[in-house]
């Protein structure tokens, strides 16, 4: 459950209560965002039953057809971690690239490209890799997306992982379903949902 106020038309504040009944926990999350359109600003505090988080985020739009986001998420006794996403699109093409962080020189990269052909109907592509490491594993998985209402889309894909310790170069097969109603509490969860989904596949995250 979220609450926000427009303490003026480009300013935002308010706050969300997740509760998780597996765990027998609360998320608390106050935050305050600033967007007039073109950028996004904001800052959000999470209290997970006495352990708390902060998270500065940004986006900006280029264009109509180029943006960039960046999500850092600052816990407790932890590196941060940083989600970094860039989109561009132009008429049916949508080409992504993201990068995820835990701190020091480690993370994962991801480009991503898709090709609507119309009526909710779109090819996906995709490459996923890590870096600043001593080993190699890479992803590459190519598929489909249907959206057959309006928040609504089903997708499919087939990948093959490869790399060192790798055995036997593994084949994968994925299949989700999304339904989405509604706005957002705060911009950064869309931005670290597109990180996320771009490395998911290489079973990391």
């Not at 989600?83 to 080409?95: A, R, T």
């Not at 993201?98 to 993370?107: A, I, K, V």
């Not at 992803?139 to 036997?168: C, N, T």
């Amino acid at each position: 459950m979220a609450l926000g106020y427009y303490i003026t038309p480009e300013l935002l504040a308010g706050l969300a209560v997740t509760s998780f009944s597996d765990f027998d926990e609360n998320a608390n999350l106050v935050f305050a965002e600033y967007n007039n359109g073109q950028m996004v600003a904001g800052l959000a505090l999470t209290d997970t039953d006495g352990e708390r988080n902060t998270t500065i985020y940004g986006e900006y739009k280029v264009s109509d057809d180029l943006s960039f986001g960046v999500v850092v998420d600052k816990f407790k006794d932890n590196d941060a971690v940083t989600f970094v996403q860039v989109d561009y699109g132009v008429g049916d093409i949508e080409v992504g690239g993201s990068y995820l962080t835990f701190g020091g020189d480690e993370g994962f990269v991801a480009i991503d490209a898709s090709y609507g052909f119309g009526n909710g109907l779109r090819a996906t592509s995709a490459y996923s890799t890590v870096v600043g490491v001593d080993f190699d594993i890479n992803q590459i998985d190519i598929g489909a997306s249907y959206e057959f209402a309006p928040g609504a889309m089903i997708e499919a894909s087939v990948g093959h992982l490869s790399g060192d310790g790798v055995p036997d170069d593994i084949r994968t097969i994925s299949i989700g379903l999304t339904f989405e109603r509604g706005n957002r509490a705060i911009v950064a969860e869309r931005l670290r949902d597109d990180t996320r989904r771009a490395q998911v596949n290489m079973l990391f995250f």
